[in-house]
Protein backbone atom coordinates (compact mmCIF):
# COMPACT_ATOMS: atom_id res chain seq x y z
CA UNK A 1 0.00 0.00 0.00
CA UNK A 2 1.30 3.35 -1.29
CA UNK A 3 1.62 5.64 1.87
CA UNK A 4 -1.30 8.46 1.40
CA UNK A 5 0.47 11.71 1.98
CA UNK A 6 -1.65 14.17 3.68
CA UNK A 7 -2.90 16.52 1.22
CA UNK A 8 -4.37 20.31 1.84
CA UNK A 9 -7.69 20.90 2.81
CA UNK A 10 -9.80 22.45 0.76
CA UNK A 11 -13.53 23.92 1.90
CA UNK A 12 -16.15 24.75 -0.08
CA UNK A 13 -18.82 26.88 0.87
CA UNK A 14 -21.63 29.57 -0.54
CA UNK A 15 -19.66 32.09 1.44
CA UNK A 16 -16.08 32.30 2.51
CA UNK A 17 -14.44 33.39 5.50
CA UNK A 18 -13.68 35.12 8.47
CA UNK A 19 -10.95 33.54 9.47
CA UNK A 20 -10.69 35.62 12.84
CA UNK A 21 -13.09 34.98 15.92
CA UNK A 22 -14.00 38.53 16.40
CA UNK A 23 -16.95 40.16 15.07
CA UNK A 24 -19.85 38.55 14.25
CA UNK A 25 -19.08 35.38 13.01
CA UNK A 26 -21.04 32.23 13.61
CA UNK A 27 -19.59 28.77 14.94
CA UNK A 28 -19.06 27.17 11.62
CA UNK A 29 -16.88 30.00 10.17
CA UNK A 30 -14.71 29.46 13.61
CA UNK A 31 -14.59 25.70 13.37
CA UNK A 32 -13.57 26.13 10.03
CA UNK A 33 -10.95 28.49 10.24
CA UNK A 34 -9.56 26.60 13.06
CA UNK A 35 -8.94 23.36 11.00
CA UNK A 36 -7.81 25.87 8.08
CA UNK A 37 -4.93 27.47 10.46
CA UNK A 38 -4.29 24.27 12.21
CA UNK A 39 -3.90 22.23 8.59
CA UNK A 40 -3.22 25.22 6.11
CA UNK A 41 -5.23 25.12 3.01
CA UNK A 42 -7.74 26.73 0.78
CA UNK A 43 -11.01 28.06 1.32
CA UNK A 44 -13.42 28.39 -1.84
CA UNK A 45 -16.21 30.23 -2.68
CA UNK A 46 -18.65 33.13 -3.38
CA UNK A 47 -17.19 36.30 -3.32
CA UNK A 48 -20.21 37.87 -2.24
CA UNK A 49 -20.35 39.99 -5.36
CA UNK A 50 -21.77 40.03 -8.68
CA UNK A 51 -20.27 41.14 -12.18
CA UNK A 52 -21.27 40.84 -15.53
CA UNK A 53 -20.69 37.73 -17.74
CA UNK A 54 -17.35 37.74 -19.79
CA UNK A 55 -15.98 40.68 -17.32
CA UNK A 56 -15.84 38.10 -14.60
CA UNK A 57 -12.55 39.31 -12.72
CA UNK A 58 -10.23 36.39 -12.47
CA UNK A 59 -10.61 34.48 -8.86
CA UNK A 60 -9.57 36.75 -6.13
CA UNK A 61 -6.91 34.80 -3.05
CA UNK A 62 -6.16 36.76 -0.09
CA UNK A 63 -4.03 35.11 1.89
CA UNK A 64 -3.54 34.76 6.20
CA UNK A 65 -1.05 32.31 7.38
CA UNK A 66 -0.36 29.14 5.66
CA UNK A 67 -4.55 29.43 4.29
CA UNK A 68 -5.58 30.95 1.23
CA UNK A 69 -9.59 32.50 0.79
CA UNK A 70 -9.92 32.51 -3.05
CA UNK A 71 -12.95 33.73 -4.47
CA UNK A 72 -15.18 34.24 -7.73
CA UNK A 73 -17.92 36.13 -8.65
CA UNK A 74 -21.86 35.36 -9.87
CA UNK A 75 -23.54 37.43 -12.54
CA UNK A 76 -26.83 38.73 -11.46
CA UNK A 77 -28.49 36.07 -13.21
CA UNK A 78 -26.90 33.45 -11.28
CA UNK A 79 -27.61 35.23 -7.99
CA UNK A 80 -30.90 35.13 -8.38
CA UNK A 81 -31.26 31.86 -9.93
CA UNK A 82 -29.21 29.98 -8.04
CA UNK A 83 -28.95 31.71 -4.26
CA UNK A 84 -32.51 33.33 -4.02
CA UNK A 85 -34.39 30.89 -6.55
CA UNK A 86 -32.83 27.14 -6.26
CA UNK A 87 -30.87 27.38 -2.87
CA UNK A 88 -33.58 29.60 -0.92
CA UNK A 89 -37.04 29.75 -2.35
CA UNK A 90 -36.88 25.55 -3.25
CA UNK A 91 -34.27 23.44 -1.24
CA UNK A 92 -33.90 25.43 2.13
CA UNK A 93 -38.22 25.20 1.88
CA UNK A 94 -38.20 21.77 0.94
CA UNK A 95 -35.46 20.53 3.25
CA UNK A 96 -37.43 22.07 6.28
CA UNK A 97 -40.77 20.61 5.52
CA UNK A 98 -42.34 23.82 4.11
CA UNK A 99 -44.07 22.15 0.68
CA UNK A 100 -46.54 24.91 1.21
CA UNK A 101 -43.92 27.72 0.89
CA UNK A 102 -41.81 25.80 -1.82
CA UNK A 103 -41.24 27.01 -5.28
CA UNK A 104 -39.96 25.14 -8.08
CA UNK A 105 -38.98 26.83 -11.53
CA UNK A 106 -36.88 24.95 -14.19
CA UNK A 107 -35.26 28.39 -15.11
CA UNK A 108 -33.51 28.23 -11.44
CA UNK A 109 -33.16 24.82 -11.11
CA UNK A 110 -30.93 25.34 -14.36
CA UNK A 111 -29.06 28.44 -13.37
CA UNK A 112 -28.51 26.33 -9.63
CA UNK A 113 -26.59 23.30 -11.58
CA UNK A 114 -24.72 25.76 -14.20
CA UNK A 115 -23.77 27.35 -11.04
CA UNK A 116 -22.53 24.37 -9.29
CA UNK A 117 -20.59 23.81 -12.68
CA UNK A 118 -18.88 26.98 -12.88
CA UNK A 119 -17.42 26.61 -9.14
CA UNK A 120 -16.06 23.20 -9.70
CA UNK A 121 -14.88 24.00 -13.38
CA UNK A 122 -13.19 26.78 -11.21
CA UNK A 123 -11.97 25.18 -8.69
CA UNK A 124 -10.65 22.13 -10.37
CA UNK A 125 -7.25 23.48 -11.48
CA UNK A 126 -6.47 24.47 -7.63
CA UNK A 127 -6.63 20.84 -6.42
CA UNK A 128 -4.66 17.69 -6.71
CA UNK A 129 -5.76 14.31 -5.70
CA UNK A 130 -4.01 14.50 -2.80
CA UNK A 131 -6.01 17.11 -0.80
CA UNK A 132 -9.10 16.31 1.00
CA UNK A 133 -12.06 18.73 -0.63
CA UNK A 134 -14.62 19.33 1.78
CA UNK A 135 -18.06 20.96 0.52
CA UNK A 136 -20.76 22.33 2.88
CA UNK A 137 -24.36 22.84 2.40
CA UNK A 138 -27.50 22.85 0.07
CA UNK A 139 -25.60 25.55 -2.18
CA UNK A 140 -23.31 22.48 -3.76
CA UNK A 141 -25.40 19.61 -4.15
CA UNK A 142 -23.93 18.88 -7.50
CA UNK A 143 -20.50 20.17 -6.99
CA UNK A 144 -18.81 17.28 -5.86
CA UNK A 145 -19.89 14.93 -8.78
CA UNK A 146 -19.29 17.94 -11.47
CA UNK A 147 -15.45 18.01 -9.69
CA UNK A 148 -15.23 14.74 -10.65
CA UNK A 149 -16.26 15.31 -14.26
CA UNK A 150 -13.68 17.72 -14.49
CA UNK A 151 -10.83 15.28 -13.60
CA UNK A 152 -10.56 15.45 -9.84
CA UNK A 153 -9.79 11.47 -8.07
CA UNK A 154 -8.81 12.56 -4.50
CA UNK A 155 -11.47 12.34 -1.56
CA UNK A 156 -14.25 14.57 -1.46
CA UNK A 157 -16.59 14.99 1.41
CA UNK A 158 -19.73 17.00 2.10
CA UNK A 159 -21.44 18.06 4.70
CA UNK A 160 -24.87 19.04 5.18
CA UNK A 161 -25.64 22.00 7.64
CA UNK A 162 -29.45 21.53 7.37
CA UNK A 163 -31.86 18.81 7.70
CA UNK A 164 -32.22 16.13 5.31
CA UNK A 165 -35.96 15.70 4.76
CA UNK A 166 -37.74 12.24 4.85
CA UNK A 167 -38.52 10.65 1.58
CA UNK A 168 -42.04 11.58 1.28
CA UNK A 169 -41.31 15.31 1.42
CA UNK A 170 -38.06 15.04 -0.50
CA UNK A 171 -39.45 13.67 -3.66
CA UNK A 172 -41.58 16.71 -4.16
CA UNK A 173 -38.79 18.14 -5.64
CA UNK A 174 -38.28 17.90 -9.75
CA UNK A 175 -35.23 15.93 -10.22
CA UNK A 176 -35.14 14.34 -7.06
CA UNK A 177 -33.29 11.39 -8.33
CA UNK A 178 -30.43 13.34 -9.95
CA UNK A 179 -29.78 15.47 -7.18
CA UNK A 180 -29.70 12.45 -4.64
CA UNK A 181 -27.27 10.27 -7.69
CA UNK A 182 -25.01 13.42 -8.03
CA UNK A 183 -24.54 12.92 -4.33
CA UNK A 184 -22.90 9.53 -4.64
CA UNK A 185 -20.18 11.50 -6.37
CA UNK A 186 -18.86 12.33 -2.89
CA UNK A 187 -17.08 9.50 -0.67
CA UNK A 188 -18.26 10.84 2.89
CA UNK A 189 -21.39 12.58 3.39
CA UNK A 190 -22.03 13.83 6.89
CA UNK A 191 -25.59 14.85 8.37
CA UNK A 192 -26.15 16.70 11.67
CA UNK A 193 -28.53 14.13 13.36
CA UNK A 194 -29.22 10.14 12.92
CA UNK A 195 -32.69 10.82 11.84
CA UNK A 196 -31.55 13.30 8.66
CA UNK A 197 -28.73 10.24 8.16
CA UNK A 198 -31.62 7.77 8.09
CA UNK A 199 -33.89 9.87 5.35
CA UNK A 200 -30.76 9.94 2.99
CA UNK A 201 -30.19 6.47 3.28
CA UNK A 202 -34.34 5.49 2.69
CA UNK A 203 -34.19 8.21 -0.33
CA UNK A 204 -30.89 6.13 -1.50
CA UNK A 205 -33.07 1.89 -0.74
CA UNK A 206 -36.54 2.99 -1.93
CA UNK A 207 -35.92 5.98 -4.83
CA UNK A 208 -32.42 4.40 -6.19
CA UNK A 209 -32.38 1.04 -5.19
CA UNK A 210 -29.80 0.86 -3.26
CA UNK A 211 -28.95 -1.53 0.69
CA UNK A 212 -26.90 -0.98 3.53
CA UNK A 213 -23.47 -2.08 3.90
CA UNK A 214 -21.77 -2.72 7.12
CA UNK A 215 -20.39 -0.18 9.17
CA UNK A 216 -22.11 3.34 7.84
CA UNK A 217 -22.23 2.46 3.80
CA UNK A 218 -24.60 2.21 1.40
CA UNK A 219 -24.21 0.59 -2.03
CA UNK A 220 -26.34 2.44 -4.78
CA UNK A 221 -25.71 1.21 -8.05
CA UNK A 222 -21.49 -0.01 -7.62
CA UNK A 223 -20.94 3.10 -6.05
CA UNK A 224 -20.11 2.71 -2.08
CA UNK A 225 -20.34 5.94 -0.07
CA UNK A 226 -20.21 6.42 3.40
CA UNK A 227 -22.97 8.17 5.34
CA UNK A 228 -22.73 9.65 8.96
CA UNK A 229 -23.37 11.47 11.58
CA UNK A 230 -21.08 14.46 12.85
CA UNK A 231 -23.25 16.80 15.29
CA UNK A 232 -22.14 20.42 15.05
CA UNK A 233 -20.72 22.23 18.09
CA UNK A 234 -19.23 25.97 18.86
CA UNK A 235 -16.14 26.50 20.53
CA UNK A 236 -17.42 26.16 23.59
CA UNK A 237 -14.25 27.26 25.82
CA UNK A 238 -13.89 30.40 23.80
CA UNK A 239 -17.61 31.65 24.18
CA UNK A 240 -17.53 31.08 27.47
CA UNK A 241 -14.33 32.59 27.76
CA UNK A 242 -16.85 35.60 25.73
CA UNK A 243 -19.23 35.11 28.59
CA UNK A 244 -16.87 36.78 31.26
CA UNK A 245 -15.29 39.48 29.20
CA UNK A 246 -15.73 43.09 29.76
CA UNK A 247 -18.44 43.76 26.83
CA UNK A 248 -20.44 40.98 27.62
CA UNK A 249 -20.62 42.30 31.02
CA UNK A 250 -21.44 45.76 29.92
CA UNK A 251 -24.33 44.23 28.18
CA UNK A 252 -25.22 41.91 31.07
CA UNK A 253 -25.57 44.74 33.21
CA UNK A 254 -27.49 46.94 30.66
CA UNK A 255 -30.22 43.91 30.48
CA UNK A 256 -30.53 43.16 34.27
CA UNK A 257 -30.82 47.25 34.71
CA UNK A 258 -33.76 47.43 32.44
CA UNK A 259 -35.18 44.12 33.37
CA UNK A 260 -35.50 45.72 37.13
CA UNK A 261 -35.49 42.21 39.16
CA UNK A 262 -38.06 40.58 36.19
CA UNK A 263 -37.08 38.02 34.81
CA UNK A 264 -35.66 37.74 31.20
CA UNK A 265 -36.31 35.45 28.46
CA UNK A 266 -34.83 35.85 25.44
CA UNK A 267 -34.92 34.43 21.56
CA UNK A 268 -31.66 34.50 19.20
CA UNK A 269 -32.50 33.61 15.81
CA UNK A 270 -32.17 34.97 12.07
CA UNK A 271 -35.66 35.98 10.77
CA UNK A 272 -36.53 33.04 9.50
CA UNK A 273 -39.92 30.97 8.81
CA UNK A 274 -38.02 27.57 10.17
CA UNK A 275 -37.06 28.91 13.47
CA UNK A 276 -40.65 28.73 15.04
CA UNK A 277 -40.82 32.70 15.74
CA UNK A 278 -44.74 32.85 15.62
CA UNK A 279 -45.13 29.86 17.43
CA UNK A 280 -43.00 31.38 20.24
CA UNK A 281 -44.80 34.69 20.78
CA UNK A 282 -47.99 32.89 20.89
CA UNK A 283 -46.66 30.29 23.47
CA UNK A 284 -45.76 33.47 25.57
CA UNK A 285 -49.44 34.97 24.90
CA UNK A 286 -50.32 31.81 26.52
CA UNK A 287 -48.44 31.69 29.66
CA UNK A 288 -49.74 35.41 30.18
CA UNK A 289 -53.18 34.44 29.74
CA UNK A 290 -52.91 30.91 31.61
CA UNK A 291 -50.41 31.91 34.01
CA UNK A 292 -51.34 35.54 35.00
CA UNK A 293 -48.54 36.01 38.10
CA UNK A 294 -46.01 36.49 35.38
CA UNK A 295 -47.80 39.88 34.38
CA UNK A 296 -45.40 42.52 35.01
CA UNK A 297 -43.04 39.85 36.07
CA UNK A 298 -41.34 38.65 32.88
CA UNK A 299 -39.66 40.36 29.42
CA UNK A 300 -39.49 38.79 26.11
CA UNK A 301 -36.17 40.03 24.03
CA UNK A 302 -36.36 38.46 20.64
CA UNK A 303 -33.45 39.44 18.89
CA UNK A 304 -33.80 38.10 15.23
CA UNK A 305 -31.86 39.98 12.56
CA UNK A 306 -33.46 40.18 8.79
CA UNK A 307 -31.90 37.59 6.79
CA UNK A 308 -32.82 37.60 2.97
CA UNK A 309 -35.23 40.00 3.18
CA UNK A 310 -35.97 40.03 -0.67
CA UNK A 311 -38.14 36.97 -0.59
CA UNK A 312 -41.71 37.31 0.06
CA UNK A 313 -41.78 34.83 2.88
CA UNK A 314 -39.66 36.25 4.54
CA UNK A 315 -41.51 39.80 4.06
CA UNK A 316 -44.52 38.53 5.41
CA UNK A 317 -43.27 36.40 8.41
CA UNK A 318 -41.59 39.90 9.55
CA UNK A 319 -44.89 41.51 9.27
CA UNK A 320 -46.74 38.74 11.04
CA UNK A 321 -44.21 38.76 13.89
CA UNK A 322 -44.65 42.74 14.50
CA UNK A 323 -48.17 42.31 13.84
CA UNK A 324 -48.37 39.68 16.58
CA UNK A 325 -45.85 41.73 19.19
CA UNK A 326 -47.95 44.96 18.54
CA UNK A 327 -51.08 42.86 19.64
CA UNK A 328 -49.58 41.02 22.23
CA UNK A 329 -48.10 44.32 23.93
CA UNK A 330 -51.09 45.79 23.52
CA UNK A 331 -53.33 43.49 25.52
CA UNK A 332 -50.95 42.93 28.05
CA UNK A 333 -48.97 46.15 27.92
CA UNK A 334 -49.10 48.36 31.62
CA UNK A 335 -47.17 52.06 32.27
CA UNK A 336 -44.39 50.49 33.26
CA UNK A 337 -44.10 47.20 31.36
CA UNK A 338 -43.95 46.30 27.98
CA UNK A 339 -43.85 42.70 27.94
CA UNK A 340 -42.25 42.12 24.03
CA UNK A 341 -39.26 43.66 22.56
CA UNK A 342 -38.00 42.36 19.23
CA UNK A 343 -34.86 44.22 17.96
CA UNK A 344 -33.13 43.08 14.30
CA UNK A 345 -29.88 44.02 15.40
CA UNK A 346 -26.86 42.40 15.14
CA UNK A 347 -24.57 41.91 18.28
CA UNK A 348 -20.93 40.97 18.39
CA UNK A 349 -20.17 37.60 19.80
CA UNK A 350 -19.27 38.94 22.97
CA UNK A 351 -21.96 41.24 23.77
CA UNK A 352 -24.62 38.14 22.87
CA UNK A 353 -23.26 36.17 25.70
CA UNK A 354 -23.09 38.43 28.26
CA UNK A 355 -27.18 38.82 27.13
CA UNK A 356 -27.16 35.17 27.02
CA UNK A 357 -25.94 35.07 30.61
CA UNK A 358 -28.26 37.67 32.02
CA UNK A 359 -31.54 35.48 30.78
CA UNK A 360 -33.13 33.35 33.43
CA UNK A 361 -35.07 31.76 30.11
CA UNK A 362 -33.77 31.09 26.36
CA UNK A 363 -36.40 30.06 24.05
CA UNK A 364 -34.80 27.87 21.22
CA UNK A 365 -38.02 26.20 19.69
CA UNK A 366 -37.65 26.05 15.89
CA UNK A 367 -40.52 24.24 13.44
CA UNK A 368 -37.08 22.54 12.25
CA UNK A 369 -33.41 22.95 12.85
CA UNK A 370 -30.18 21.21 11.14
CA UNK A 371 -28.58 21.46 14.81
CA UNK A 372 -28.79 25.36 16.07
CA UNK A 373 -26.18 26.58 17.69
CA UNK A 374 -27.91 29.34 19.71
CA UNK A 375 -28.69 26.78 22.25
CA UNK A 376 -25.09 25.20 22.81
CA UNK A 377 -24.11 29.27 22.97
CA UNK A 378 -26.35 30.18 25.82
CA UNK A 379 -25.46 26.70 27.63
CA UNK A 380 -21.71 27.50 27.05
CA UNK A 381 -22.81 31.39 28.24
CA UNK A 382 -23.98 30.45 32.23
CA UNK A 383 -23.00 31.28 35.37
CA UNK A 384 -22.80 27.70 36.84
CA UNK A 385 -23.69 28.55 40.29
CA UNK A 386 -26.70 30.23 38.78
CA UNK A 387 -27.83 29.07 35.21
CA UNK A 388 -30.98 30.08 33.04
CA UNK A 389 -32.89 27.24 31.39
CA UNK A 390 -33.23 26.20 27.67
CA UNK A 391 -36.40 25.39 26.45
CA UNK A 392 -35.77 23.59 23.21
CA UNK A 393 -38.06 22.29 20.37
CA UNK A 394 -37.95 18.70 19.51
CA UNK A 395 -37.59 19.52 15.75
CA UNK A 396 -33.92 21.29 16.38
CA UNK A 397 -31.36 18.76 15.68
CA UNK A 398 -29.94 20.01 18.83
CA UNK A 399 -32.31 17.74 21.08
CA UNK A 400 -30.39 14.66 20.53
CA UNK A 401 -27.33 16.02 22.46
CA UNK A 402 -29.36 18.38 25.02
CA UNK A 403 -31.42 16.18 26.33
CA UNK A 404 -31.53 17.98 29.95
CA UNK A 405 -33.18 20.96 28.11
CA UNK A 406 -37.16 21.54 28.94
CA UNK A 407 -38.36 19.69 25.24
CA UNK A 408 -40.83 20.95 23.54
CA UNK A 409 -43.09 20.26 20.44
CA UNK A 410 -43.39 24.43 19.51
CA UNK A 411 -46.90 23.97 17.23
CA UNK A 412 -48.77 22.94 20.63
CA UNK A 413 -49.30 26.58 22.52
CA UNK A 414 -49.96 24.76 26.15
CA UNK A 415 -46.77 22.76 26.35
CA UNK A 416 -44.86 25.80 25.76
CA UNK A 417 -46.45 28.17 27.72
CA UNK A 418 -46.26 25.61 30.52
CA UNK A 419 -42.92 25.06 29.71
CA UNK A 420 -42.37 28.51 29.96
CA UNK A 421 -43.91 28.40 33.15
CA UNK A 422 -42.08 25.66 34.83
CA UNK A 423 -38.74 26.94 33.64
CA UNK A 424 -39.42 30.20 35.06
CA UNK A 425 -40.58 29.10 38.74
CA UNK A 426 -37.48 26.15 38.43
CA UNK A 427 -35.75 25.43 41.72
CA UNK A 428 -31.96 26.70 41.70
CA UNK A 429 -30.79 23.17 42.42
CA UNK A 430 -32.68 21.54 39.32
CA UNK A 431 -31.51 24.65 36.93
CA UNK A 432 -28.18 23.83 38.14
CA UNK A 433 -28.15 19.86 37.61
CA UNK A 434 -29.67 20.35 33.96
CA UNK A 435 -27.31 22.88 33.34
CA UNK A 436 -24.53 21.09 34.52
CA UNK A 437 -25.35 17.51 31.95
CA UNK A 438 -25.81 20.04 29.21
CA UNK A 439 -22.37 21.90 29.66
CA UNK A 440 -20.44 18.75 29.33
CA UNK A 441 -22.36 18.07 25.93
CA UNK A 442 -21.53 21.51 24.83
CA UNK A 443 -17.88 21.08 25.82
CA UNK A 444 -17.29 17.89 24.39
CA UNK A 445 -19.25 18.10 21.11
CA UNK A 446 -17.06 21.05 20.23
CA UNK A 447 -16.79 22.59 16.16
CA UNK A 448 -13.16 21.53 16.37
CA UNK A 449 -14.38 18.32 17.21
CA UNK A 450 -17.05 18.20 14.86
CA UNK A 451 -14.31 18.76 12.29
CA UNK A 452 -11.34 16.74 13.01
CA UNK A 453 -14.19 13.78 13.53
CA UNK A 454 -15.14 14.64 9.83
CA UNK A 455 -11.89 15.17 8.34
CA UNK A 456 -10.77 11.82 10.37
CA UNK A 457 -13.17 9.57 8.51
CA UNK A 458 -12.87 11.81 4.89
CA UNK A 459 -9.37 11.04 5.48
CA UNK A 460 -9.91 7.18 5.55
CA UNK A 461 -12.07 7.08 2.83
CA UNK A 462 -11.29 5.01 -0.46
CA UNK A 463 -12.16 7.90 -2.71
CA UNK A 464 -14.37 6.84 -5.30
CA UNK A 465 -15.32 3.14 -4.23
CA UNK A 466 -16.56 0.57 -5.92
CA UNK A 467 -17.87 -3.04 -6.17
CA UNK A 468 -15.33 -5.13 -7.09
CA UNK A 469 -17.87 -6.02 -9.74
CA UNK A 470 -17.96 -2.86 -11.27
CA UNK A 471 -14.08 -2.20 -11.02
P1 LIG B 1 -28.62 29.01 11.16
O1 LIG B 1 -29.94 28.68 10.60
O2 LIG B 1 -28.11 30.36 10.86
O3 LIG B 1 -27.50 27.94 10.77
P2 LIG B 1 -27.89 28.68 14.07
O4 LIG B 1 -27.25 27.34 14.16
O5 LIG B 1 -28.73 29.00 15.24
O6 LIG B 1 -28.81 28.85 12.79
O7 LIG B 1 -26.75 29.76 13.94
C1 LIG B 1 -27.02 31.13 13.98
C2 LIG B 1 -25.74 31.89 14.39
O8 LIG B 1 -25.95 33.28 14.19
C3 LIG B 1 -25.42 31.68 15.86
O9 LIG B 1 -24.04 31.52 16.01
C4 LIG B 1 -25.90 33.00 16.51
O10 LIG B 1 -25.16 33.39 17.64
C5 LIG B 1 -25.67 33.99 15.38
N1 LIG B 1 -26.59 35.12 15.54
C6 LIG B 1 -27.93 35.10 15.52
N2 LIG B 1 -28.43 36.32 15.73
C7 LIG B 1 -27.39 37.15 15.87
C8 LIG B 1 -27.27 38.55 16.10
N3 LIG B 1 -28.31 39.36 16.20
N4 LIG B 1 -26.02 39.05 16.19
C9 LIG B 1 -24.96 38.25 16.06
N5 LIG B 1 -25.01 36.93 15.85
C10 LIG B 1 -26.22 36.38 15.75
C11 LIG B 1 -27.47 26.76 9.92
C12 LIG B 1 -28.52 25.70 10.25
C13 LIG B 1 -28.42 25.30 11.72
C14 LIG B 1 -27.00 24.81 12.04
C15 LIG B 1 -25.97 25.81 11.53
C16 LIG B 1 -24.55 25.25 11.64
O11 LIG B 1 -29.83 26.18 9.95
O12 LIG B 1 -29.36 24.28 12.03
O13 LIG B 1 -26.86 24.67 13.43
O14 LIG B 1 -26.18 26.15 10.16
O15 LIG B 1 -24.43 24.00 11.03
Known sequence: MTHHQKGRLVVVSNRVGPL?????????????????????????????????EGTFSEEKTEVFGGTAMTTIDMTEEELEGFYHGYANRSLWPLLHYRLDLVQFDRQSDRVYRSVNQRFAARLAPLVTDDDLVWVHDYH???????LRRCGYKGRLGFFLHIPFASPEIFMAL????????????????????????????????????????????????????????????????????????????????????????????????????????VERLLGFE??????????GGVNFLQIAPLSRSELDAYIDLRAELEG????????????????????????????????????????VTPLRDGMNLVAKEFVAAQDPTDPGVLI???????????????????????????ALQRALTMPLAE????????????FHGTAAHWCESFLTALESAEPEARLPADA
Not at 32 to 39: H, I, S, T
Not at 226 to 232: N, Y
Open 140 to 146: FFYLGSD
Open 286 to 295: RLLEDFPDNR
Open 20 to 52: TDEGKAGGLAVGLADALKRRGGLWFGWSGETSE
Open 174 to 277: PGAHDLVHSMLAYDLIGFQTRQDRRNFVNFCIHELGGHKLPGDRIEVGGRIVQASVFPIGIDAEGFARFAVSPEAGEHEEMLRDLARGRLQIVGVDRLDYSKGL
Open 431 to 442: RQERHQAMREKV
Open 324 to 363: LAGRLNGRFATLDWTPIQIMTTGFTRRALAGIYRAARVCM
Open 392 to 418: LSRFAGARAELMDALIVNPYATDEVAR
